[in-house]
């Protein structure tokens, strides 16, 4: 098989094409294949209608967004979405241990400042250890062909958009890893649309790891998608169904994050006209997402185990209207389940060279909370780019508290290919979540007006050698959030083009550097601390034609072992490798 693919490439030294024409003969139109030999025939692709997707909202940043396509997530391994957050200035990523631990994030200190929308869904947490948390593990990243992450003043949204396919080719893949913790993990694609507009999608993901202390678990996830689109109008049904097994994992003190054996199901089904990318366009959506949980009941006896079953439905509707310089749009979602409510987005954006503005507004008829958000961005020269962003969260009829002013501004230069950007931060109040998942006896706190600055680089430094760099720091410690974090990488990437101008080589180099001081956990009996840490982590990927060959590691620096929570010490060396390898034609 492995020759099979490299010959194929190697008497053209042209990139492989989309299409394939049909040369002139006597053939009749009607036929669909073409004889390059006397015994082969290939199949002419054709590129089909896309199926609709949702809207990706227009970001104003200094110096770039956050933004990455499928294969950018897949990079490494892309096992959770978790590790992709990290990389975004702002965040701060708690896990107990490797893969199947749970995983929250924060941003600006504020766990419950995230968000994440599939396909303009809001993903909902229904796990209730977590305290109204969304575990990070539940998002399946290897669905998903493009993530953008809205750095909002007040809150993070996480934009995601699931795979689709839109050639009459099938198209498949396989992925195969395995590593350190007893950790395997197989992967399977297949897609393929049909003569009418047709589609037909279906994948599965599943691993294992057995690390103790670490905490180990599987987890066997299914996805799938059939649907229909024309020109300007597509029709689809999609979901996932992810059951997840997670062993007890103990803590020095003896206390345990309880086993978890769940399933969760997200499914939808989408009408759709138009691209939300250029011109009008107008969506509607039904979407159901339920979870169940073996729980054990201490009112049976013998102790005996019960299903606790939640689910939730969301009707979304959307329209608006894009350009390359003006979008506009509008969404309306009402929430089901036992509190129901509906939630109102407005969205109007202006994106020019020298100049962009960007505002959001939205209402949430729960509690008549609202939220107000406006960004500009003014780029007088190509080298210099200045940007800030405000929001206003108003709290709810007849609450005590107060409106939350936050605000963020940067300023970007760029020398060479590199975006020096430095800038500052300002929270009028934090009120934090606390991850109760890894300890029922964390307490939530009211931080008041706190200030930050922040810097970093991003760019190609030289040829093939390009760095990322970004440091925060906060003007004093507060909780759940490190007071200083600094994330440094260099890496080279290259195809050679010289050598193999047929593209059918890459290879990428990383080394990274991770630095947080301690950050303190509080507790009604009083704080506990997680010290400071440093991890290196570095990548190695050789592409050759349409296979991907990845060994990543991770180390802990120093004597001290690594601890993102108190008392779950994670491994000192982790190291994950695999293939990656895309079949087609």
Do not use: C
């Amino acid at each position: 098989m492995a020759g099979a693919v490299f010959s194929s490439g190697a008497p053209s030294q042209e990139p492989p094409r989309d299409t394939l024409a049909v040369p002139q003969d006597t053939a009749p139109p009607a036929v669909d294949t073409i004889r390059t030999r006397p015994d082969t025939a290939v199949r002419r692709d054709t590129v089909k209608a896309a199926l609709a997707r949702a809207e990706l909202p227009r970001t104003v940043d200094a110096a770039g967004r956050y933004h990455w396509t499928r294969d950018e997530l897949f990079t490494g391994g892309g096992l959770t979405l978790l590790e992709l957050l990290e990389r975004v200035p702002g965040t701060t990523g708690f896990r107990s241990g490797w893969i199947a631990s749970p995983a929250h994030v924060t941003w600006l200190g504020g766990a419950g400042r995230v968000r994440v929308f599939y396909d303009g869904i809001e993903i909902e947490p229904f796990d209730d250890r977590t305290g109204g948390l969304l575990d990070l593990g539940e998002i399946q990243l290897w669905t998903l062909e493009e993530v953008l992450v809205e750095r909002g003043a007040d809150e993070l949204r996480v934009h995601v958009r699931s795979w689709r396919v839109d050639r009459t080719t099938t198209s498949s893949r396989t992925d195969v890893f395995t590593g350190d913790e007893d950790t395997n993990l197989y992967r399977g694609f297949l897609g393929r649309r049909f003569g009418h507009g047709e589609a037909v999608q279906a994948g599965f993901q599943q691993y294992g790891t057995s690390g103790v202390p670490s905490g180990g678990g599987d987890e066997l996830a299914l996805v799938a998608r059939l649907g229909w689109a024309a020109k300007g109008a597509s029709i689809d049904g999609f979901g996932i169904r992810a059951r997840r097994q997670r062993n007890v994992q103990t803590r020095d003190d003896s206390y345990q994050i309880p086993r978890v054996n769940s399933i969760r199901r997200d499914a939808y089904g989408r009408l759709g006209f138009g691209d939300p990318d250029r011109g009008g366009w107008l969506q509607l959506v039904l979407a159901s997402q339920a979870f169940t949980r073996e729980r054990v009941d201490p009112a049976r006896l013998p102790l005996d185990t019960i299903e606790d079953k939640r689910s939730h439905h969301q009707l979304v509707g959307a329209v608006g209207w894009s350009s390359s310089i003006f979008r506009t749009s509008l969404t309306s979602r009402t929430y089901g389940g036992d509190a129901k409510y509906t939630a109102v987005t407005g969205r109007v954006a202006v994106d020019h060279r020298i100049a962009a503005i960007a505002a959001l507004t939205e209402w949430r008829g729960s509690d008549s909370s609202s939220v107000g958000e406006v960004a500009a961005r003014f780029s007088p020269f190509s080298f210099l780019s200045m940007a800030a962003v405000a929001s206003l969260r108003r709290q709810p009829d007849g609450a005590d508290a107060e409106d939350v002013m936050s605000a963020r501004g940067e300023i970007g230069l760029r020398l060479g290919q590199v975006w020096l950007t430095a800038g500052g931060i300002t929270l009028d109040s934090v009120h934090v979540v606390p991850p109760i998942v890894f300890d029922s006896t964390f307490v939530a706190r009211d931080e008041g007006r706190t200030r930050a600055l922040f810097g970093g680089a991003r760019g190609r430094v030289w040829r093939a050698i390009h760095a990322d760099v970004f440091a925060l720091r906060w003007e004093r410690q507060g909780s759940y959030r490190p007071q200083m974090q600094v994330r440094s990488e260099i890496y080279v990437r290259t195809r050679w083009l010289k050598k193999f101008p047929s593209g059918h080589f890459g290879a990428l180099i990383s080394v990274r550097h991770d630095y947080r001081d301690g950050i303190s956990f509080q507790r009604a009996a009083g704080p506990s601390v997680a010290l400071s840490s440093h991890e290196l982590s570095s990548l190695l990927e050789i592409r050759l034609v349409d296979a991907v060959l990845f060994w990543r590691q991770r180390y802990t620096i120093g004597q001290r072992v690594t601890e993102l929570v108190p008392g779950y010490p994670l491994p000192r060396q982790t190291t994950l490798y695999g293939v990656r390898w895309d079949f087609w034609n």
